[in-house]
T-cell receptor
Framework: NAGVMQNPRHLVRRRGQEARLRCSPM?????VYWYRQLPEEGLKFMVYLQKENIIDESGMPKERFSAEFPKEGPSILRIQQVVRGDSAAYFCASSPRWDPRGELFFGEGSRLTVL | AQTVTQSQPEMSVQEAETVTLSCTYDTSESNYYLFWYKQPPSRQMILVIR??????QNATENRFSVNFQKAAKSFSLKISDSQLGDTAMYFC??????????????FGKGTKLSVKP
């Protein structure tokens, strides 16, 4: 039973380029969450999506960042015109339903380096 | 603001001994849930233990137990009989049922635990 799959594991971009991070949730999970971990920091919530819907994007920067979770295929976190401050590990998690008591299942993360 | 504070950036313990990791939090919500997640060097986070704030009894999972002090807003993790595989970053986190916070786990900065042979 595959867990949450994220790719790429490592991504290097130059300033001004676009970064696309993909996340395939666990089988049977329709809820996806994206978190960002800056160096020496804990994870910070970015966005919560259900199939084809953004439920909560209160943690997303207002510009350059977008997320989607289409009916078919993985969830995508897209960062346009990357800057050095976007360098971080981006984690995706999934769950079968929304439940504040529930466990989130995390992927291994995608590490973005902006040169 | 809702925050989680882990005051110990790094800790070490000898194999087979007991270690306690500290966590305090701040929220105005009355109904919330507390978690400890472990992030091994492979980087995939896994849930270690969870506690529901309305339950007075401290949660226990095998060698892992918590000391939940609701009035003090404290939620420490005790690891008994430490094993080398316990070496990891440990994150304290909480979630609430309050509106607008769906899916929003609040994490502390983490404590890096090293178990020494």
């Amino acid at each position: 039973n595959a867990g949450v799959m994220q790719n790429p594991r490592h991504l290097v971009r130059r300033r001004g380029q676009e970064a696309r991070l993909r996340c395939s949730p666990m089988k049977g999970h329709s809820h996806v969450y994206w978190y960002r971990q800056l160096p020496e920091e804990g994870l910070k919530f970015m966005v919560y999506l259900q199939k084809e819907n953004i439920i909560d994007e209160s943690g997303m920067p207002k510009e350059r960042f977008s997320a989607e979770f289409p009916k078919e295929g993985p969830s995508i976190l897209r960062i346009q015109q990357v800057v050095r401050g976007d360098s971080a590990a981006y984690f995706c998690a999934s769950s079968p339903r929304w439940d504040p008591r529930g466990e989130l299942f995390f992927g291994e993360g995608s590490r973005l380096t902006v040169l | 603001a809702q925050t989680v504070t882990q005051s110990q950036p790094e800790m070490s313990v000898q194999e087979a001994e007991t270690v306690t990791l500290s966590c305090t939090y701040d929220t105005s919500e009355s109904n919330y849930y507390l978690f400890w997640y472990k992030q091994p060097p492979s980087r995939q986070m896994i849930l270690v233990i969870r506690q529901e704030a309305y339950k007075q009894q401290n949660a226990t999972e095998n060698r892992f137990s918590v000391n939940f002090q609701k009035a003090a807003k404290s939620f420490s993790l005790k690891i008994s009989d430490s094993q080398l595989g316990d070496t990891a970053m440990y994150f304290c986190a909480f979630s609430t049922q309050g509106g607008g916070s769906q899916g929003n786990l609040i994490f502390g900065k983490g404590t890096k635990l090293s178990v020494k042979p």
